[in-house]
């Protein structure tokens, strides 16, 4: 035995001779001897295996060798297959650590679940008349809950059949139902159909928003499985039915019956629950409003589905097929909305925050707001192109403030800005009874005298409108012709500074500059304030604040606000505000607004027209109404030589003669009515005797010019105006 080979576990003895000789004998197949019957047949090589290259191999070696190469290879089956079911165990826990995660992040972004119920219905802005009817609403326009018994059957199977006919069997979510919608959108390669059910369409209008995220999704479902654990199926598709959205502001079967087809929802024909049901899918596209035949058509496929839900015979479904009988009403587009938008915004100043429906009373009459909307809208149409006028405005209050007509524009669906109230534009020449206020409070009176004649101020040349002068007028000549020279020499006299003070102790809140063309109305104003600022003439000089809102009450009848009588008392002195009556009647007798007539009224009241004929103006009263209008382009742009004395003084006396219809009448406060003997002896004594009082200084003043024949007509000059002070005294010998 050599010492350098290992031992192999048993001691092996020496062997001699034959034994010896044998011992590293191998037999191999080749060295068999061949039978007989196999010496005809072909011998076929035998293929070496690996391990009889290895001679020194024992047999009983080589099958345990291949035992154990067996065994490997059914341990690496094993291996792969234990591998296999670990890692699918890890996956699969971490993927429900991530569902779990899911839940719990959608969970946490959910409102509290103390918090999580039924919300109530949203408010609503019931806005009525001074005669109680119902002139417009705001807010969303739910109409009253239904229960689900006093509907007729077939009402909420309609929506069951389209959207989703297996609501009574699930859960919140339909599986069958998703797959079904899965294997649609994917045979149409897009969103062609939804696997929300009732109950998640419910969740989401109430607690969600229109999103379409998987947040928000995920959010749907936790919510839909919440609804159906704490309500039942009949609540839930009540609920579903009173807050789904059917289109043009209309939230609940209720509101939407009485929207499309007048009537309520518990007498609805099976055609009519059709059209409804079938709004769901697409509210604003399909209402019928908007889209009649969509509208009709989707009615006929929520027929089909009744039909083959079994809900309705085929009879029926065939008999009730394009014929819905709707009638819809017309959404509100008309210029009361003007007044709806303001009332909405000063509510918050009169109750707060509003969290429940609320009926608003105002002072709006319904038949002036349609003769002011008519009169602006016939106006514009007959003659905008020819003057370039686009927009115009009209505001009629009592002299007490009490607004009853509000045009804010000639079409709110067009335009929802208020240039009534909101848009501010220079009021020209209507301005100028503040100058003259201004001037009487001051010691001046109607019959002073003042001069007409060019004028320069570092450069600054105000002209008349015709670029005529007339010299010595009196006040009430120059307010009533609109005299711009005059009206600065007084602005001069009294001093811009008292004139912006008087403006704004009657009403005007807008800033105004304090400079010698504030004679001229070049600060800008609004419609409603210039308006209330008139008030006070027409009510014996009683400060006034605009208003419309009379009393806000609950639907139940619970009082939220009354309004008080304002407090702001004389705001001008009685004798002087007869004194501008007296003086701002003239301008309806002879002067700018000559167009201006009411039958058996006493008016008063001023034109106004801005530079470039920009805006045109008239403001007038009777002791029953104040009203303003205004003409003009949102843009700023000039009109075609629109004046006040023009298409706003027409405005004013269609709407102004309709209002007085019926109305006992009433005189001015303290005002005389002017008369041609009684203004003709006036001026005649005051050019040949009475000196001129109160003279400013550097003034001077003489007789009015005798004139022996009028001048050459203008081809510039203003109708209301070209024809001077002649054209007064001609006036009033002939009535011209």
Avoid at 270 to 278: I, S, T
Avoid at 421 to 435: E, L, N, W
Avoid at 489 to 513: C, F, M, Q, W, Y
Avoid at 581 to 609: C, D, F, V, Y
């Amino acid at each position: 035995m050599a010492w350098g080979r290992k031992k192999s576990g048993g001691r092996k003895e020496p062997l001699f001779g034959l034994p010896a000789a044998l011992a590293d004998l191998r037999l191999t197949p080749a060295d068999r001897i061949p039978d007989a019957t196999d010496d005809d047949k072909p011998k076929k090589p035998v293929p070496k295996r690996k391990h009889d290259e290895d001679d020194d191999e024992p047999p009983r070696e080589r099958k345990a060798r291949a035992a154990k190469s067996g065994a490997k290879r059914r341990s690496k089956r094993r291996f792969r297959f234990g591998r296999l079911v670990y890692w699918g165990a890890v996956l699969g826990l971490w993927a429900a650590i991530a569902i779990i995660g899911v839940v719990v992040w959608v969970g946490a972004h959910l409102p509290a679940i103390q918090s999580l119920e039924i919300p109530k219905r949203p408010p609503t802005i019931q806005i009525v008349g001074l005669d109680g009817s119902v002139l417009a609403s705001r807010g969303e326009a739910p109409g009253s809950n239904v229960a689900l018994k006093d509907l007729p059957p077939y009402l909420p199977k309609a929506f069951i059949a389209i959207e989703d006919r297996r609501f009574f069997s699930h859960y919140g979510i339909d599986p069958v139902g998703i797959a079904r919608a899965v294997v649609a959108n994917v045979m149409h390669r897009g969103v062609s159909q939804g696997g929300s059910t009732l109950t998640q369409q419910l969740a989401k209008n109430l607690f969600l928003t229109q999103e379409r995220t998987m947040a928000r999704k995920l959010q749907e479902v936790e919510l839909a499985l919440w609804l159906e654990r704490k309500h039942s199926k009949n609540e839930i598709l009540e609920l579903y039915l009173n807050r789904v959205y059917f289109g043009s502001g209309a939230y609940g079967v209720e509101a939407a019956s009485q929207r499309y087809f007048g009537k309520s929802a518990k007498n609805v024909t099976v055609a009519e629950a059709a059209m409804l049901a079938g709004l769901v899918k697409s509210p604003s596209r399909l209402a019928p409003n908007r889209n009649p035949e969509g509208a009709e058509a989707r009615a006929g496929i929520v027929l089909a589905a009744m039909a083959d839900a079994k809900f309705i015979t085929d009879a029926q479904a065939k008999a009730s097929i394009g014929h819905p009988s709707y009638k819809v009403k017309p959404a509100g587009a008309g210029t009361v909305n003007y007044v709806a938008d303001w009332i909405g915004e000063v509510l918050d100043d009169l109750v707060g925050q509003i969290d429940q429906s609320i009926v608003v009373e105002t002072t709006i009459d319904p038949k002036l707001q349609s003769v002011a909307e008519a009169s602006i809208i016939d106006e514009l149409a007959a003659k905008s192109v020819k003057f370039n006028v686009t927009q115009g405005a009209l505001v009629a209050m009592t002299p007490d403030g009490a607004v009853r007509a509000m045009v804010g524009g000639r079409n709110y669906a067009e335009s929802q800005y208020n240039r009534a109230v909101t848009a501010k534009r220079q009021p020209g020449s209507a301005f100028k009874p503040f100058i003259y206020l201004t001037a009487i409070e001051g010691g001046l009176t109607p019959e002073t005298i003042r001069q007409d004649a060019p004028l320069d101020l570092k450069g600054w040349r105000p002209e008349n409108y015709t670029h005529e002068y007339f010299g010595a007028v009196t006040l009430t000549q120059a307010l009533a012709m609109s005299l711009n020279t005059v009206a600065v020499r007084l602005g001069l006299e009294v001093g811009p500074k008292n004139v912006v003070r008087t403006a704004h102790r009657l009403g005007i809140s807008s800033k105004l500059d304090a400079n010698p063309s504030i004679a001229l109305g070049t600060s800008e104003v609004s419609v409603i304030e210039l308006v209330a600022a008139y008030a006070p003439f027409a009510n014996g000089g009683l400060g006034i604040s605009p208003y419309v809102v009379t009393k806000i009450r609950t639907n139940e009848g619970k009082l939220l606000y009354a309004r008080q009588p304002d407090q702001l008392g004389q705001v001008i002195e009685p004798r002087h505000a007869a004194m501008m009556n007296t003086m701002m009647q003239e301008t309806l007798l002879s002067g700018t607004a000559r167009k201006a007539e009411i039958p058996g009224w006493m008016a008063a009241g001023k034109t106004g027209t801005s530079q470039d004929f920009r805006d045109a103006w008239f403001i007038g009263y009777t002791a029953n109404l104040v009203t303003g209008v205004w003409l003009g382009n949102d843009d700023n742009s000039p009109t075609k030589k629109a004046t006040g004395g023009g298409l706003p003084v027409e405005v004013w006396t269609r709407f102004m003669r309709t209002a007085h219809q019926g109305v006992p009448v009433a005189a001015l406060p303290n005002a005389q009515r002017g008369g041609f003997m009684s203004n003709l002896f006036q001026t005649a004594s005051q050019v040949s005797t009475a000196p001129p009082p109160s003279a400013p200084q550097g003034g001077s003043y003489r007789p009015a010019p005798a004139r022996t024949s009028a001048p050459p007509p203008n081809p510039n000059a203003r109708p209301e105006a070209a024809a001077g002070l002649d054209g007064w005294l001609v006036d009033r010998l002939f009535g011209r």
